[in-house]
C-alpha cells in the first residue's frame, strides 16, 4: 500500500518562502529566482518548459511540487471591454475576478474569500455568508489567470495590469496571511512588478488587522466606509458596531503615517437612494474627514436581486459630489461597468456552496454579529 505525497504549491511561494523551499530539498537558493520567473513571467505550469533547470531538478520537482492554479469556469466579456472570470477554488466553492480597463490603466479587482462573513446590508456577496479562506496561491492565480488571457507572457513593459485591488469577494483583512503573501508577490520584481502605489486592499474596517497590516507591507489603503456617521454605519456595515468610525478612522490614520510617504487613504463609499445620499450626510462628511488627507470615490449602487435598495438619481449623486467638491476633497464617481455580466461594484457572487448549506452558513453569521464576535475569527493570530 502506497501512501500519496501532497505536492508543494509553488505558486503562491514568495520569494522568501521559494528559497526556503530550494533549501528544504537540498537546492541552491538562486534556483528560487529561476523557478518564480517561469511561474509568473512565462506562465508556465510544466517544469519540463523550464529549459534553464537541470533535468534532474525539474524530475524531482515534478515528484513532490507542482503549479496549480484555481480552476477558471467561465469567462465572460462586457459590452464595454471589462471582463470576468469564475473560478472554482479548493473548497470547492467558486469565486469571482474582474478585470476593468480604462485608457492606458487595466485594473484587476482580485477576491480573497469565497463568500464574506462582514454582512454589508447593499452587497451581494454578503448575502451568500461565509465559505472558506483562499490560499495564497488562490490569490494570486486570479493575477496569474488573467494575466496569460492576456497574452501578457512573457512579461513586458506594456502591460495589460497596471493595478490590482483587494476589492472582489470578501474582505481581505479577515484572510491576513494569505493575502499579504499574495501581495508581495504582485510587487515582486520575480512576480507581477507592479507599484506598492497601484496595488491597494480594501477593507470594511477590522482594526486590529489594519494596525497588524503596516508591520508587514506599506500597500495603498482604501477604506469602505458607506456612512459618515456611527448609527448609520452600524446598518450598513455591521462590523462598525465592535470598530466605531473614531477608533477606525484612528487607525487608518496610523497605518497611513507608517507609510512615511505623501499616500493619502482612498475613501469609498456606496451611494444609496435616501439612505446615505442626502445633504446632511455629505455635510457630515466633510466633518468627519476634516484632518484626513484622502480621496474620495462615490460607488453609485449597483442593483441586484431583492436587495431593498435602489441607485441614487443623477442629480442626487452630483448634488453629493459638489457638496465635497466644495469643500476642497478631489472626489470622482465611479462608473458603473461591466454590469451586463455582473461584474459592477457589489455585483460579485461567486457559488458558494448549495441553498440549503449556504442558508445554514448565513444564519450563523448573522449571531456571529449579532454576538460582537465575529473579526476574532482572524484576530486571534495577534
Keep these: 500500500m502506497t501512501t500519496s505525497t501532497v505536492k508543494t504549491n509553488l505558486l503562491g511561494l ?50 513532490i511540487a507542482e503549479v496549480r492554479g484555481p480552476e477558471v469556469v467561465s469567462e465572460d466579456i462586457s459590452s464595454d471591454g471589462t471582463r470576468k ?31 464574506c462573513a462582514l454582512d454589508c446590508s447593499f452587497c451581494s456577496t454578503g448575502k451568500q455568508g461565509f465559505n472558506s479562506n483562499l490560499t495564497a496561491a488562490e490569490v494570486i492565480g486570479q493575477v496569474w489567470i488573467a494575466n496569460k488571457s492576456f497574452g501578457s507572457v512573457p512579461a513586458t513593459v506594456d502591460r495589460a ?6 476589492m472582489g469577494m470578501g474582505e481581505p483583512l479577515l484572510n491576513f496571511d494569505n493575502v499579504v503573501s499574495a501581495m508581495h508577490l504582485m510587487m515582486d520584481d520575480l512576480g507581477y512588478g507592479i507599484s506598492k502605489r497601484r496595488v491597494t486592499l480594501s477593507t470594511s474596517g477590522v482594526v486590529p488587522m489594519i494596525d497588524e497590516l503596516s508591520k508587514h507591507i506599506d500597500v495603498s489603503l482604501a477604506l469602505s466606509l458607506h456612512a459618515p456617521n456611527d448609527a448609520l454605519r452600524n446598518q450598513l456595515v455591521p462590523i462598525n458596531k465592535k470598530y466605531p468610525l473614531k477608533m477606525l478612522l ?69 448634488r453629493f459630489q459638489d457638496q465635497l ?34 442558508s445554514e452558513r448565513y444564519i450563523a453569521v448573522r449571531e456571529l454579529n449579532a454576538a460582537d464576535d465575529l473579526p476574532q475569527i482572524a484576530v486571534n493570530r495577534i
Design 250 to 318: 484612528e487607525s487608518c490614520q496610523r497605518y497611513m503615517s507608517s507609510l512615511g510617504e505623501k499616500r493619502v487613504l482612498t475613501i469609498e463609499y456606496t451611494l444609496l437612494k435616501d439612505i446615505n445620499d442626502k445633504v446632511e450626510h455629505a455635510v457630515e462628511m466633510i466633518e468627519l474627514l476634516k484632518n484626513i488627507p484622502c480621496k474620495i470615490n462615490l460607488i453609485p449602487f449597483n442593483p441586484f436581486p431583492h436587495s431593498g435598495y435602489e441607485r441614487p438619481s443623477n442629480n442626487a449623486i452630483r
Design 85 to 115: 472570470w469564475v473560478v472554482r477554488v479548493a473548497s470547492g466553492s467558486c469565486v469571482e475576478t474582474v478585470y476593468i480597463p480604462q485608457g492606458k490603466r487595466g485594473t484587476l479587482c482580485v477576491s480573497s474569500q469565497a463568500g
Design 161 to 166: 495590469i497596471t493595478n490590482v485591488v483587494m
Design 14 to 63: 514568495t520569494q522568501q518562502e521559494m528559497e526556503k523551499f530550494f533549501d528544504s530539498i537540498g537546492e541552491k537558493r538562486f534556483r528560487a529566482g529561476q523557478v518564480m520567473k517561469w511561474i509568473h513571467h512565462f506562465g508556465v505550469d510544466d517544469f519540463d518548459a523550464m529549459t534553464n533547470v537541470s533535468k534532474a531538478l525539474r524530475d524531482k520537482l515534478k515528484a
Design 325 to 358: 467638491h466644495q469643500a476642497g476633497y478631489n472626489v470622482t464617481v465611479r462608473t458603473t461597468r461591466g454590469e451586463d455580466i455582473d461584474a459592477a461594484c457589489g455585483q460579485l457572487v461567486g457559488q458558494v456552496m448549495d441553498r440549503t448549506r449556504r
